[in-house]
């Protein structure tokens, strides 16, 4: 095995290799995946370089046990911790955050009645319906645990689109591959031409939730959906934050079980509860994510704390990119309700779809709206207690406005 | 140990003079390629470990010309798959000429061959495989192999990239599998407009490359831009610079800086004057609203020559 350059020998390099897989460790605390594999291309990289130069670590670890430059500022940061002396490697542009974390949300009490009414057991079907169409935000704990257990479970179809890959079929491309098979078969008899056709995929969709604090009433519930969305289709899903800052969360959500993946998306935002700046967090949308032929959907009151024409101009941009753009706003539910402030005027002209988000209900009205592709009334597709799924047996509605799929 | 062995065999030829990242950004330089210490780093060590280099960044940072000159630096060819939505096994890795196996068929059946197995034998032969990027890079030695936006491409194929990455075969179910002697330098690129599967990152060395610091930036515009004078250089680049810390869709890369120094020098430049900076700003911002923005918030303006002396101090 060849040494660690300046490595000494023996207890020096046993030494050495302990230092180095303990800087991994700290890593691995600190949420990088640092992972053994990786551990193992760290020291590696270091007998290609000079165990003895700061730099030379400093290097060799970051492109071996990094992987996304959210990792950077984690990296940069251990390793000053770790190794001491000066924050090592250039400055990463860090967007301004706010830090508060909400933690009690209106409805909440305390430890006691929790525990009393964890106990109850699971809501009946006829609860369930009651349930269906309470609004989130006046919901106690339980109930809005209840809901959480049935977002969990609820099945969302996606809208399918032609890709360019192909499938058997009567008509489409030539299939040369398929024609030769079926000549050798045939004892080289000139067979008849085999063809295949565009195979179907889903659609991708990019989520955005406000977690601001006029909607944290809201948010928990809807990152529970934008859950079940990354479930279903992981690789056809992106789920942001917005609120002072864009934060990516879909990595977060991959987690099968939900409250796993909740408690990683509550420690990967970092601007709960303050304002919202839509605007130019569509235009870091924009810049980041490709939502060319997605369906963009929009999770917010649109309170909108920055200039809302910025927001109206993002908002033109993104409706000229996507499918489809969605506007999910909780207090559409209310029936008195009217779009007036300023950033939801911005927005409205440039909206595929304004719905409501307020209850389970909405959820499920969303849900079928991803999946079909439409707005057509009807159907519901969480599978609760008894009741049956109804898959969406609609054509999807192309509004003429989105993109082609090339 | 076995990685680092192999790491040994491919280190003939030009590669084997490399022995240090500071030796190899000497080595881009000649090439006009300007690197720094992390880039540099990073390069020298996918040449050493013999692992793929994942590079992400901004577009116009360098990327794609990274791995155009470690082909020139190695003198060995440049084979490139861009990815793009649809890719398929059949445009990445290889494919099966059908119409030479269908002619062969036919003499086939005149001749009175009709034995299955005999005609399978005879169809699926190398002959008849028709390379594409990825196998070619496997057959090739030595090249680069770049794979360009892999972001663009679809999870499925990220798939058998990171099967061809992981152990550089790539199997046809009707030949065997097919073994890459010596594996090639593999620089993969992306513009992160999606996250691409970590099990594909895990395999390579992961790069962010950043925005050229000021002085680098300047100079890479004298490098590359011979007639460039340094003070021209340096309000461009200081320009550019607050440009990127400003709030536009799409911020400048090197290559925007490069384009826009040409057209001022076109236009007869030394200095960045402000009537000139604004007929020819199209060349460094491609969106109407960042000229907008630019006009706006009067970005441009303290790199005028009235703006106080030397030029280009960095803010
Ligand atoms: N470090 C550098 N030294 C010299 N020239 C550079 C450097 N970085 C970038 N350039 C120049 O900038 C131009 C753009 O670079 P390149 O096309 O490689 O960018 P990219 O990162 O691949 O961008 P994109 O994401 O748009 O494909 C190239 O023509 C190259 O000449
Ligand atoms: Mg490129």
Redo the contacts with the bound molecule.
């Keep these: 095995m060849p040494e660690l350059r300046g490595g000494g020998t023996g207890d020096d390099r046993a030494a050495l290799v302990s230092t180095l897989t303990g800087f991994a460790r700290t890593l691995r605390a600190a949420g990088v995946a640092a992972d053994h594999q990786r551990t193992q291309g760290f020291l590696a990289a270091l007998r290609e370089l000079d165990v003895r130069e700061r730099r030379d670590v400093y290097w060799a670890g970051r492109l071996t046990l990094c992987s996304g430059p959210d990792d950077l500022d984690r990296y940069d940061r251990c390793f000053a911790a770790y190794f001491g002396g000066e924050r090592p490697g250039p400055a990463h542009r860090v967007p301004a955050v706010t830090v508060t974390r909400f933690v009690a949300r209106p409805g909440d009490t305390g430890d006691q009645d929790e525990r009393h009414e964890a106990d109850a057991a699971a809501a009946t079907a006829s609860e369930i319906e009651v349930l269906r169409h309470r609004d989130v935000a006046r919901m106690t704990a339980a109930e809005r645990r209840e809901v959480a257990r049935l977002l969990g479970m609820l099945r969302s179809a996606r809208e399918q689109r032609r890709s360019r890959r192909r499938a058997p079929s009567h008509r489409g491309a030539l299939d040369g591959r398929g024609t030769v098979r079926e000549a050798v078969r045939r004892g080289g008899e000139p067979a008849r031409l085999r063809f295949r056709d565009r195979k179907e995929k889903p659609r991708r969709v990019v989520m955005l939730v406000d977690v601001s604090g006029s909607m944290a009433a809201y948010a928990d519930t809807l990152l529970r959906f934008a859950h079940a969305l990354v479930r279903a289709e992981p690789r056809a899903t992106e789920v942001f934050s917005v609120g002072t800052r864009l934060t990516r969360v879909t990595a977060e959500l991959r987690h099968r079980d939900p409250a796993v993946a909740m408690d990683a998306v509550s420690a990967a935002i970092p601007d709960w509860s303050g304002g919202t700046r839509l605007g130019e967090e569509l235009k870091e949308l924009l810049r980041l994510s490709d939502v060319r032929g997605a369906i963009v959907v929009i999770a917010s009151d649109g309170w909108e704390r920055g200039d809302a024409s910025l927001l109206g101009r993002q908002m033109e941009r993104l409706s000229r990119l996507a499918h489809r753009v969605i506007w999910v706003n909780p207090h559409k539910g209310d029936p008195a309700y009217r779009p007036l402030t300023a950033g939801m005027r911005a927005a409205l002209p440039h909206i595929t779809d304004f719905v409501a988000g307020h209850s389970l209900a909405a959820y499920e009205e969303l849900a079928r709206l991803l999946g079909e592709g439409g707005s057509r009334p009807g159907g519901h597709a969480v599978r609760a207690a008894g009741d049956a799924v109804r898959a969406g047996d609609g054509i999807p509605a192309g509004d003429g406005r989105g993109m082609p799929d090339a | 140990m076995a990685g680092t062995a192999a790491g040994i065999d491919r280190l003939t030829g030009r590669a084997a003079e490399i022995d240090s990242p500071a030796k190899l950004a000497t080595l881009l330089e000649e090439h006009?390629?300007?690197?720094d210490e992390g880039l540099a780093t990073a390069a020298f060590l996918a040449l050493r470990m013999g692992r793929p280099l994942f590079l992400e960044?901004?577009?116009?940072?360098?990327?794609?010309?990274?791995a155009k000159t470690l082909a020139s630096i190695l003198d060995a060819p440049l084979i490139r798959l861009q990815c793009y939505e649809g890719l398929d096994a059949a445009q990445a890795l290889y494919d099966w000429d059908f119409a030479r196996q269908l002619l062969h068929l036919k003499a086939a059946e005149a001749a009175g061959v009709t034995d299955v197995r005999a005609l399978e034998g005879e169809i699926y032969d190398r002959r008849f495989l028709v390379a594409r990027p990825l196998l070619r890079a496997l057959e090739t030695w030595p090249c680069v192999l770049l794979v360009?936006?892999v972001d663009r491409a679809d999870d499925e194929f990220e798939a058998f990239l990171l099967e061809v990455l992981s152990d550089f075969t790539i199997s046809v179910p009707e030949l065997g599998t097919i073994r890459a002697e010596t594996p090639p330098v593999v620089v993969v690129?992306s513009?992160r407009t999606r996250e691409v599967h970590e099990a594909l990152k895990r395999r390579c060395l992961y790069h962010w490359?950043e925005h050229?610091a000021f002085e680098?930036e300047v100079a890479?515009l004298l490098?590359?831009l011979p007639a460039c004078t340094e003070e021209l250089a340096a309000e461009v680049a200081d320009a550019a610079g607050r440009l990127r810390r400003a709030d536009l869709v799409k911020p400048p890369?090197?290559?925007e800086t490069?384009d826009w120094t040409e057209a001022l020098l076109t236009l007869g430049a030394a200095r960045l004057d402000p009537g000139l900076a604004a007929v020819t700003l199209g060349a460094l911002l491609k969106y109407r609203e960042d000229q907008e923005t630019v006009w706006r918030d009067g970005l441009l303006g303290a790199a005028s020559p009235g703006g106080g002396g030397g030029g280009g101090g960095r803010a």
Excluded: F, M, S
């Design positions: 006009d390629y300007l690197a960044g901004e577009a116009g940072v360098g990327k794609t010309e990274l360009d936006e690129t513009n490359i050229p680098r890479i490098r590359r890369g090197v290559a490069l």
